[in-house]
C-alpha cells in the first residue's frame, strides 16, 4: 500500500501561482511513478503531468504545457506540481497518483490521495 497526502490548494487570482505537494507513505515511494490528475465539478478526471520514478522523464497535458513543472524529491518521498500563469480554467480538485509505470491514464493508476482543491479567480 501506497498513501498520498496532497497539499498547497487554495484560491488564487487569474495569473498566480501554485506549488502542490504529494507526501507519500507506505512502500517505497521511489518505485513508483507518480502522476497529477483534475477534476472540475460535473467533468471527468482529466490527466495533468506525470514523471518517471526516477524523474527523468515528464510528460504533460497540451492545456497546461508550459505553465506546469512537474519534479520529485524521493528523499523527502515527495512529488510536487509547480504551477503558475494559472487561469479560471485549472479551477478543480488536483489529485496525485502513484503507477508502477505512468501514463496518462487515470485507470493505470494504483493508490490515489485525497485530492486538494484549487480555485483561480478571473
Known amino acids: 500500500q501506497v498513501q498520498l497526502v496532497e497539499s498547497g490548494g487554495g484560491l488564487v487570482q487569474a495569473g498566480g501561482s501554485l506549488r502542490l505537494s504529494c507526501a507519500a507513505s507506505?512502500?517505497?515511494?521511489?518505485?513508483?511513478?507518480m502522476g497529477w490528475f483534475r477534476q472540475a465539478p460535473g467533468k471527468e478526471r482529466d490527466f495533468v503531468a506525470r514523471?518517471?520514478?526516477?524523474?527523468?522523464?515528464?510528460y504533460y497535458a497540451d492545456s497546461v504545457k508550459g505553465r506546469v513543472t512537474i519534479s520529485r524529491d524521493n528523499a523527502k518521498n515527495t512529488v510536487y506540481l509547480e504551477m503558475n500563469g494559472l487561469k479560471p480554467a485549472d479551477t478543480a480538485v488536483y489529485y496525485c497518483?502513484?503507477?508502477?509505470?505512468?501514463?496518462?491514464?487515470?485507470?493505470?493508476?494504483?493508490?490515489w490521495g485525497q485530492g486538494t482543491q484549487v480555485t483561480v479567480s478571473s
Open positions: 507506505g512502500r517505497t515511494f521511489r518505485n513508483y511513478a
Open positions: 497518483a502513484a503507477a508502477t509505470v505512468a501514463t496518462e491514464r487515470s485507470y493505470d493508476y494504483d493508490y
Open positions: 514523471i518517471s520514478w526516477s524523474g527523468g522523464i515528464r
